[in-house]
């Protein structure tokens, strides 16, 4: 589920850093551009994990920032595909379930991904597994199992100044969604499974 990433990087320290150690104004600076962003075909960088390599500082023409270069390892949340996890419903409609963990929110099993029998009770608002003689709910918050069936990018760079004041914010695609399924034994809401 979090894997580390090498990512070489120019560094700007500013002068109001001058006055941290290098390699506290060095990190403080790198997990301020990645930790908790999407980084495309890359993952959602959690924090920083270590620095190998930086060059000298070089102070750059007119405006004071001291310019590095950095090589460092970032830990990445990116499950591989066929990874099982446990995440939170979040929400439910007819397409499927919106599931979350506690610092990633888009993950999504879609209707077709549910175990067979499974139907949406639109006065409950809620996926209902109907298996023999039972009706086993997906109630919202309750965690659940599932497995990454794959991965959709969305670039975020925006196309021209027009094109993000004609789209409304709901419609705006995340950066980076995982697909899942609840489809094999011993998926879906974790109180089913025990004992």
Same mark, same amino acid.
């Given at each position: ?16 850093? *001058?006055?941290? &150690?290098? !390699? #506290? /104004? ?9 930790? +908790? ?42 499950? *591989?595909?066929? &990874?099982? !996890? #446990? /995440? ?9 379930? +919106? ?48 497995? #990454? ?47």
């Amino acid at each position: 589920m979090f894997i580390l990433t090498k990512i070489a990087d120019l560094v700007q320290i500013s002068p109001q850093d *001058f006055g941290k &150690e290098s !390699i #506290v /104004a060095l990190e403080d600076n790198l997990n301020a551009k990645y930790a +908790n962003k999407v980084i495309q075909n890359i993952g959602l960088c959690v924090c920083l994990w270590d620095i190998t390599w930086t060059s000298e500082g070089l102070i750059g023409q007119g405006d004071g920032f001291v310019n590095v270069n950095v090589e460092c390892h970032m830990v990445v949340f990116r499950p *591989f595909k066929g &990874e099982v !996890i #446990v /995440a939170r419903i979040a929400r439910q409609s007819r397409e499927g379930i +919106n599931l979350a963990t506690d610092f990633f929110h888009d993950i999504f099993v879609p209707w077709s991904e549910l175990p067979d029998g499974s139907e949406f009770e639109a006065k409950e608002g809620l996926w209902v597994w109907k298996e023999e003689d039972q009706e086993l709910f997906y109630d919202n918050n309750e965690m659940v199992r599932l497995q #990454v069936l794959f991965e959709e990018w969305h670039d975020q760079a925006p196309s021209g100044p027009l094109d993000l004041a004609d789209q409304p914010a709901s419609e705006l695609l995340p950066p980076y969604k995982i697909i899942g399924t609840m489809k094999a034994p011993g998926l879906g809401c974790a109180l089913w499974w025990e004992e």
